[in-house]
């Protein structure tokens, strides 16, 4: 059940994201890998407020989230998480989309987070 459920993702994912999704079978399992843009895209550049990273540094203008589904995702646990690159969000911003991806998992119903 749990990989029907996951391949419905997938092809959900894919259809709301398109080229920014992409889905890879390797050795540890599947990876799905979405292209996230830090800013707004409809924001004009000279206007919009510069991102820093942790460190100060410019952000990059997008954001990897590597996602693992599980074996026991998405009916007893939500999938892992990775962010990359690993310093481009602030701790507090870290901290507020891992709860949100959180929330969803507990509030969404059906376990999957979008």
Do not use: K
Request: charged share 25%.
């Amino acid at each position: 059940e749990n990989l029907a459920r996951q391949e419905e993702e997938a092809e959900a994912l894919a259809a709301i994201y398109g080229d920014d999704f992409s889905s890879r079978v390797g050795d540890a399992g599947t990876v799905w890998e979405i292209h996230v843009p830090l800013g707004d895209p409809d924001d004009d550049p000279t206007d919009a407020p510069t991102l820093h990273t942790r460190d100060g540094t410019p952000a990059p203008a997008h954001l990897i989230a590597r996602v693992v589904p599980i074996e026991s995702y998405p009916s007893s646990t939500p999938p892992l998480l990775e962010v990359h690159p690993p310093n481009a969000l602030t701790h507090d911003r870290m901290d507020e989309c891992i709860g949100a991806m959180d929330e969803a998992y507990r509030d969404g119903g059906n376990g999957e987070v979008r």
